[in-house]
């Protein structure tokens, strides 16, 4: 018995060594937002793991690869950074309430089990803690393989900037978004060092000047989510990236969430909250993709400009009057013929609708667009171009369903997950070529969409020959 006994507080204190097994349920292969964070460390020196609730950013993510670096005890399939000898780390999160549940309890275990969290109970040395704290830790020394020791220092965003001025630091670790004056401060702390920046959050504070440095105004594109610019990366990753979490878990869960917050909390896609035009969460209307019967009458909207021309393709159900958004174009640069051919290429028989303000703007040369992609052989109409009420139809639509968009539309997607007002109101004109267009198509495609015509049929028996039409 107490053999058993001992052989469980060993293993209790090695938890580090269960995480992302080569075989079993929860296999490594099958984490792959995560796998893909750590190999971005190699040459990333800044990272941010923007992930859903509960798939494990915070303990299988940022913690877990503080303690590799603080111990040096990589495992055998790691091409992350690596660092050889001892590191001075901080890791740092919202309050020092939430410093001490969460990233203390995941590091080190509860207090009276000391060592059943992610750092070895045999690698851990000195604790220090504050006093009259209630037990949350200063700073927490780290056995590293070499022989050194790491040490860890453990603040909270309430300390204020000041508290993050100081000597230079190998690593960061900042679990949960911070405000710019401190996360300036952290980078300054490891600018010498060419140390590590690890940022891990849900971004329940939508489109932060944070998150924007990440993601860029192009927005988010790809299956994969994965986005580098420099020395900058960032990995999003959602429910469906991670096998511990069941489908009736993920049903139970995104019932509890706030509805403007579900992709957020599910997905880890920035929530716009008050300042998304569309506050409809993208699992409400996007579906798989599949034939558009003959019979469905088409149109598409057409946004023009030399930087980025947009046009979305949509198909109407007769019975049910939902608008299926189907296609999408989406080029910069080009001129009106290339745009043309490609429109044409979907069907030279649906008609279109254009933005009015073409009719008198050039894309290079000041030539009247309409003119030229009418003389270009496309069927097009003037849009009704009224900003509000068309941003108030294409609400209306998808909050209740009746527009639906095909899930290949992933420049759409990228557009619709950043459309916003900023804090005056205004909506922000970058990236919104989509959207436009999909406003013209809504509004006006009602009036102009159109059915494939029947194919005609050769009369039977009859066909033209060399000298004329021959019959039997």
Known sequence: MLALQEKARRKAGRKLFEYFPETGPLRRELYRQHLEFFR???????????????????????GYETVLHLTGLYPDWWDG????????????GDTNETVRDIIQTKLLGPKEEL???????????????RPNSNGSADYITVKHVSGGWSRLALKSYEQGRVSFQGTEKDLVWLD???NEGIRAECVMRLMTTGGLLIETFTPLKGLTPLVLGYIGESGIDGDERVKTNGDKAFVMAGWDDVPHLS???KARMMAECEPHLRDARSKGIPSLGAGAIYPVPEADIVIDDFPIPDHWPRAYGLDVGWNRTAGVWGAQNPDTKVWYLFSEHYVGQAEPVIHASAIKSRGDWIPGTIDPAARGRGQRDGHQLLQDYQDLGLDLTMADNGVESGLYTVWTGLSSGQIKVFKSLRNWLAEYRIYRRDEKGHIVKKNDHLMDATRYLIVTGPEIAKVKPAKKVQPLGQFYGATGWMGN
């Open 40 to 62: 971005l460390g190699k040459d990333h020196p800044t990272r941010c793991f923007m992930a859903a609730n509960r798939v494990g950013k915070t303990e299988g993510g940022g």
């Open 247 to 249: 489908t009736e878990t």
């Open 81 to 92: 950074r690596r660092f050889d000898a001892p590191i001075d780390a901080w890791a740092a």
């Open 176 to 178: 949960e978004e911070s």
């Open 115 to 129: 060592g059943t969290g992610l750092i070895p109970r045999e690698c851990i040395g000195e604790v220090k803690y």
